[in-house]
């Protein structure tokens, strides 16, 4: 078993900037793919962005140019750098491992593997 666990979430001002980490308690495959997920009050989980083993990165598109994944293989750790915080970003955020195919990476059904989230609020 693998446990997820996310830190780095807060309540920030439209236009702010956060860092959401997501550390896992043993080794990731390099080859397994990450991601991170996030629910809104009353919303179904929606994929925010993935990454694939070889690196490449996928964003939903109200994101884009906005968040940044990224990983440290070393550190078992996935990271969301997300600038120019909007209302509409604002909540729960999951980190997803080890995506099992089945679907598609943009169904929650696909992961085996979830942290309990952490909450981003943006408002001013």
């Known amino acids: 078993q693998v446990q997820l666990v996310e830190s780095g979430g807060g309540s920030v001002q439209p236009g702010e900037s956060l860092i959401l980490s997501c550390a896992a308690s043993?080794?990731?495959?390099?080859?397994?793919?990450m991601a991170w997920f996030r629910q809104a009050p009353e919303k179904e989980r929606e994929v925010v962005a993935f990454i694939s083993g070889d690196g490449t990165a996928t964003y939903t598109d109200s994101v884009k140019g906005r968040f940044t994944i990224s990983r440290d293989n070393a550190k078992n750790t996935l990271y969301l750098q997300m600038n120019n915080l909007k209302p509409e970003d604002t909540a729960r955020y999951y980190c997803?491992?080890?995506?099992?195919?089945?679907?598609?990476?943009?169904?929650?059904?696909?992961?085996?593997?979830w942290g309990q989230g952490t909450q981003v609020t943006v408002s001013s």
């Open positions: 997803a491992a080890e995506w099992r195919g089945g679907g598609t990476h943009f169904q929650p059904s696909t992961w085996n593997y």
């Open positions: 043993k080794y990731i495959k390099s080859t397994n793919s």
